[in-house]
């Protein structure tokens, strides 16, 4: 069955670094559009980063343009997301998704989902 295991979540300071990892099985990963979502406490689900199937493509929200970098590696059946200079606003469950189209910035555009991972920056 389809899988998508978030990883790499934890504690950590501001102006830190975390680099959460998202294992896929059970579909082409190749095929789908990756993305990262976050989702704080009373706050809707946001998308944070997005690439396309060949990684020729990302797309970042504007609030973390610059600190956060998103890569995948189709080989591995895993796509990354690696975040610098934390912020305690970046608080949230971060979770990864698959989409079969170009680019869906809502949570209906994306067809598979992850548990999500906690990152909690502190200040």
């Known amino acids: 069955q389809v899988q998508l295991v978030e990883s790499g979540g934890g504690l950590v300071q501001a102006g830190g670094s975390l680099r959460l990892s998202c294992a896929a099985s059970?579909?082409?990963?190749?095929?789908?559009?990756m993305g990262w979502f976050r989702q704080a406490p009373g706050e809707e689900r946001e998308l944070v980063a997005a690439?396309?199937?060949?990684?020729?493509?990302?797309y970042y929200a504007d609030f973390v343009k610059g600190r956060f970098t998103i890569s995948r590696d189709n080989a591995k059946n895993t796509v990354y997301l690696q975040m610098n200079s934390l912020k305690p606003e970046d608080t949230a469950v971060y979770y990864c998704a698959g989409s079969l189209s170009w680019l869906g910035r809502h949570v209906s555009n994306y067809n598979y989902w992850g548990q999500g991972t906690q990152v909690t920056v502190s200040s």
């Open positions: 690439i396309d199937w060949s990684a020729i493509r990302t």
């Open positions: 059970g579909f082409t990963f190749s095929a789908y559009v």
